[in-house]
């Protein structure tokens, strides 16, 4: 099955630096890679995705980048501000998997003001 | 209507107790999902219903057991449960089984088992 790491654990960027968190995946058929953020006693969101046909997508602040041949995906957060502090889970998902999401471990994010 | 509701958001029961969560989604949404997570942690698959039909039990306890009463709605009927199934559920739902699409996430049920 798949397998999806996710670095760091922790996260703690001064406002305005920007954030990067990594995952790696092991399922070379896998095409789908979700980012979702979970504020503290909320429901994960979805807050950028990426297919396996493109190298890279941007919105706004947010942009994630996928190395197919390295099997790692990458979340990039710029001008970071203290209402990015949360949890953010990546995920990866592929014919081999039924199409369902296998999460990273998360990385808890702190913006500090 | 974009989301996925669930009800209700806090439960607390007993070992002995049995009590359903509901999950509604209108959003013509064909897949639909429950998953289990503890704090700071992932969220867990436990089950899949595609097209209203059960297509994954993650080796779920039988004492969760789920119901699709029709496309718009997801059951999860627990029994006999034990402290350690204390966490948040999170019902998801989905466009298409057969393609990736991303999840829309209900709030949860915080389940508090005593």
């Known amino acids: 099955g798949e397998n999806v790491e996710q670095h760091p654990s922790t996260l703690s960027v001064q406002e305005g630096d920007s954030a990067v968190i990594k995952c790696t995946y092991s399922?070379?058929?896998?095409?789908?890679f979700p980012w979702y953020k979970q504020e503290l006693g909320k429901r994960p969101q979805l807050i950028i995705d990426?297919?396996?046909?493109?190298g890279e997508k941007k919105d706004q602040r947010i942009a994630v980048t996928l190395n197919k041949t390295a099997k790692h995906f990458s979340l990039h957060i710029t001008e970071t501000q203290p209402e990015d502090s949360a949890v953010y889970f990546c995920?990866?998902?592929?014919?081999?998997?039924?199409?369902?999401?296998?999460f990273g471990t998360g990385t808890s994010l702190t913006v500090i003001p | 209507d974009t989301e996925v509701t669930q009800t209700p958001k806090h439960l607390v029961m007993g070992m002995t107790n049995k009590k359903s969560l509901k999950c509604e989604q209108h959003?013509?949404?064909?897949?639909m999902y429950w998953y289990k997570q503890k704090a700071k942690k992932p969220p867990e698959l436990m089950f899949v219903?595609?097209?209203?039909?059960?297509?994954i039990n993650e080796s779920v306890p039988s004492r969760f057991s789920p119901e699709c009463p029709n496309s718009s709605l997801l059951n999860l009927h627990l029994h006999a449960l034990q402290p350690e199934d204390s966490a948040l559920y999170l019902c998801?739902?989905?466009?298409?089984?057969?393609?990736?699409?991303?999840?829309?996430f209900g709030s949860g049920t915080r389940l508090t088992v005593v």
């Open positions: 998801a739902s989905s466009q298409d089984p057969g393609k990736n699409y991303g999840y829309t």
């Open positions: 990426i297919r396996s046909n493109v």
């Open positions: 959003m013509g949404h064909r897949a």
């Open positions: 995920a990866a998902s592929g014919p081999n998997t039924g199409n369902q999401f296998y």
């Open positions: 219903y595609s097209y209203e039909k059960l297509s």
């Open positions: 399922d070379s058929a896998s095409n789908y």
